[in-house]
C-alpha cells in the first residue's frame, strides 16, 4: 500500500473528529512514513508495519473518545466514550451492544421513576394538606418530603452507577487498546 493510499484511508477513518486532532494524527503517521522511507525502506513495507489503516482510525476515535470523557465528564463525552469503544471491533459491538442496551435502558427507566415520584412527592406536599388524610396535614407534608428525598437519593445513586458503567466500559476500551496495541505499533 502506497503512502497516499494509506492517508486517505485513514482519513475517511477518522472522519467526524474535529479538524485539528485529524490533522495532527495524519501528520504523524505521514512522519512514519518519511522517517521509514529515509531509514530505507519502502512505502510498503512501512505500511504493513504501522497497520490496517481502518482499525488505527478506529482505535485512535476510541483513544480520543475516551481521553474527552476523562476531561469532560459530561453525557455527550460518556456517549463518545460508549461508542468509541463499541466501534473498536465487529465482535464487540455484538456481544457488549445487546448487554449495554439493556443497562443503559434499565437505569433510563428508573431515572424516569425517580423523577415521577420527586414530582408526585411535590404534589403530595403542596396538596396534601388540604385532603383528609390519615394522619393529618403534618403527615402529608412529611410524606411528601420523605418521598421527594427519597426520589433525590435514587437519582444520587443512580448517576453514581452511570458514571462507574461509563468508567468500566473506557477501562474496557483501554484494555482492548492495550492488548491489540503491539499489533499497531510500528516494528523495527
Not at 404534589?123 to 426520589?151: Q, R, Y
Request: charge should be negative.
Amino acid at each position: 500500500m502506497t503512502r497516499e493510499a494509506f492517508i486517505i484511508r485513514l482519513k475517511d477513518g477518522l472522519r467526524g473528529l474535529p479538524l485539528s486532532a485529524r490533522d495532527e494524527i495524519v501528520l504523524d503517521y505521514e512522519g512514519y512514513f518519511a522517517d521509514g522511507v529515509a531509514a530505507g525502506r519502502t512505502e510498503d513495507e512501512v505500511a504493513r508495519a504501522l497497520g490496517d489503516p481502518g482499525r488505527l482510525a478506529r482505535e485512535l476515535r476510541a483513544e480520543i473518545g475516551l481521553k474527552r470523557w476523562e476531561e469532560e465528564r459530561s453525557p455527550g463525552a460518556a456517549a463518545g466514550a460508549i461508542f468509541a469503544v463499541l466501534g473498536l471491533g465487529a465482535i464487540d459491538i455484538l456481544i457488549m451492544l445487546p448487554l449495554l442496551l439493556a443497562i443503559v435502558l434499565t437505569l433510563f427507566s428508573c431515572f424516569i421513576t425517580a423523577i415521577f415520584f420527586f414530582f408526585a412527592g411535590g404534589f403530595l406536599f403542596a396538596a396534601g394538606p388540604f385532603w383528609p388524610l390519615p394522619g393529618g396535614p403534618g403527615a402529608a407534608l412529611l410524606a411528601g418530603l420523605g418521598v421527594m428525598a427519597g426520589s433525590v437519593a435514587s437519582i444520587a445513586i443512580l448517576t453514581l452507577i452511570t458514571i462507574g458503567l461509563v468508567n468500566v466500559t473506557v477501562w474496557y476500551g483501554r484494555l482492548h487498546f492495550k492488548l491489540l496495541k503491539p499489533a499497531v505499533e510500528p516494528q523495527a
